[in-house]
């Protein structure tokens, strides 16, 4: 069972920006999926971005434009690098690992322990 641990979280002003980072326990060449979700508080899990081993990604309509999913294969760790951060980007960020690109919630495979993003000024 791979392990994921993020980090990158914190308070950051409307505007502003964040980079979070997702360190796996194995090689992430062998996990055709990897990618975020995001936990509001009362709201449910949803998909932020994912990028496959093949180097396809896709991102949640409101985030597109101003986040970025990237994989380093050499450090096995995904980042997803966050820009122009509203208000409504606070949330309980998950890196997870699936079985397709656009996974629901059953095609999740592993879970990260969340890191928390406040945007708020």
């Known amino acids: 069972q791979v392990q994921l641990v993020e980090s990158g979280g914190g308070l950051v002003q409307p505007g502003g920006s964040l980079r979070l980072s997702c360190a796996a326990s194995v090689n992430i060449n062998s996990i055709y999926v990897m990618g975020w979700f995001r936990q509001a508080p009362g709201k449910q899990r949803d998909m932020v971005a994912t990028?496959?081993?093949?180097?396809?990604?896709n991102y949640a309509d409101s985030v597109t434009g101003r986040f970025t999913i990237s994989r380093d294969n050499a450090k096995n760790t995904v980042y997803l690098q966050m820009k122009s951060l509203k208000p409504e980007d606070t949330a309980v960020y998950y890196c997870?690992?699936?079985?397709?690109?656009?996974?629901?919630?059953?095609?999740?495979?592993?879970w990260g322990q969340g890191t928390q993003v406040t945007v708020s000024s």
């Open positions: 990028s496959t081993i093949g180097g396809t990604t």
């Open positions: 997870m690992t699936a079985y397709s690109s656009i996974p629901t919630m059953k095609q999740i495979s592993a």
